[in-house]
């Protein structure tokens, strides 16, 4: 009984990671100071769209279509004190297998950060 158990391990595992290597997705990482992610993804052969959302400091991933082209919109809830945190507008089209790892980051804006931190002087 052991044996049989041992063979078929051997014959299924590798189809069973063959098959998790072939997924074709796109991979989400939000490094932004600027709250919950919010993804918005569209088939634009279907138009089907799909909402997802991503808290700091996690991931997502999610599997898409290989050879079709896909449009992703990045919004966020706030903009923290001197920090920018720009939406993103995307088209993309991965072939089967692929994985894109795309990062979420804010940008310190120097201006902001300036006028935010100046004290101002008494008359």
């Known amino acids: 009984m052991k044996r049989r158990l041992v063979l078929a391990l051997f014959f299924v595992l ?3 990671l063959s098959a998790c290597a072939n997924k074709t997705m796109l991979r989400f990482s939000n490094e932004t100071d600027c709250g ?3 993804i918005s993804l569209t088939n634009m052969k279907t138009g089907h769209i799909r ?7 996690k991931e997502i991933e999610i599997e898409v279509d290989p050879n079709i082209e ?3 919109e990045v919004t966020y809830p ?3 004190n001197y920090v920018v945190c720009d939406a993103k507008k995307v088209t993309t089209m991965l072939t089967k297998g692929k ?6 980051e804010s940008v310190v804006d120097p201006a902001l950060e300036q006028s935010l ?3 101002p002087v008494a008359p």
């Open 99 to 104: 994985a894109v790892n795309i990062s979420l």
């Open 117 to 119: 931190t100046q004290t």
């Open 70 to 72: 896909y449009h992703y």
């Open 36 to 38: 919950t992610a919010s």
């Open 78 to 80: 706030r903009q923290p």
């Open 14 to 16: 590798p189809l069973l």
């Open 51 to 57: 909402d997802y959302k991503v808290d700091q400091n």
